[in-house]
């Protein structure tokens, strides 16, 4: 939770607003934009492997590291119902 609370005033300082919201009952994770458009990501944040070790590539660029298997959901509330 502090690791977060750390972004959420990092992306302050920079004009962004972070707003976490927690549910007891539901699994899934979600990023909600304020413009409609909802992610959901099946394994949340965590979908990138361990690099092998400190001086491997991938070790500080995401974009060299394998990824695990997870679905990505991209909508818009205009095409949602609400229960």
């Known amino acids: ?3 977060l609370a750390e972004v959420k005033q990092s992306l302050q300082a ?25 992610i959901k990501i099946g394994r949340g944040l965590d979908y990138f492997k361990k690099p092998k070790g400190r001086f491997s590539v991938g070790y ?3 974009d060299h ?6 679905t990505v959901d991209v909508f ?8």
């Open 1 to 3: 939770m502090a690791a």
């Open 14 to 38: 920079r004009g962004v607003s972070l707003d976490l919201q927690y549910s007891s009952t539901i699994h899934d994770r979600e990023i909600r934009f304020d413009n409609g458009w909802i």
């Open 60 to 62: 500080c660029d995401y």
């Open 65 to 70: 590291r394998p990824c695990q298997e997870t």
């Open 76 to 83: 818009h509330t205009k095409h949602t119902k609400t229960l």
